[in-house]
């Protein structure tokens, strides 16, 4: 069975840095990215990976950057310059093309980020 595991949220001051990850297993995935929903809000896209090719939303390019890891099926999200509007449940997606809607979905991890 198809399962994403996120790690690594937490609480960290505004303008510190966070690292998640997401451990993926039961199929091999070429496209895994990280969605956000902050209360009160939609979800949202924050970045994904699509074989070599990165995306990012625009309030976060240039503070967040996704990498993956193809040995252990894990992709990563190392955010820096955190704010307060970083503030979200943050959720692992994969999909096992580069086409077409996520699949797949973790439970997600929390990140607050406090000013």
């Known amino acids: 069975q198809v399962q994403l595991v996120e790690s690594g949220g937490g609480l960290v001051q505004a303008g510190g840095s966070l690292r998640l990850s997401c451990a993926a297993s039961g199929r091999t995935f070429y496209a895994m990215g990280w969605f956000r929903q902050a209360p009160g809000k939609e979800r949202e896209f924050v970045a994904d990976?699509?074989?070599?090719?990165?995306r990012y939303v625009d309030s976060v390019q240039g503070r967040f950057t996704i990498s993956r890891d193809n040995a252990k099926n894990t992709i990563y999200l190392q955010m820096n310059s955190l704010k307060a509007e970083d503030t979200a449940v943050y959720y692992c997606?994969?999909?096992?093309?580069?086409?077409?809607?996520?699949?797949?979905w973790g439970q997600g991890t929390q990140v607050t980020v406090s000013s």
């Open positions: 990976i699509v074989g070599d090719n990165t």
């Open positions: 997606a994969a999909n096992e093309n580069g086409r077409g809607p996520y699949a797949y």
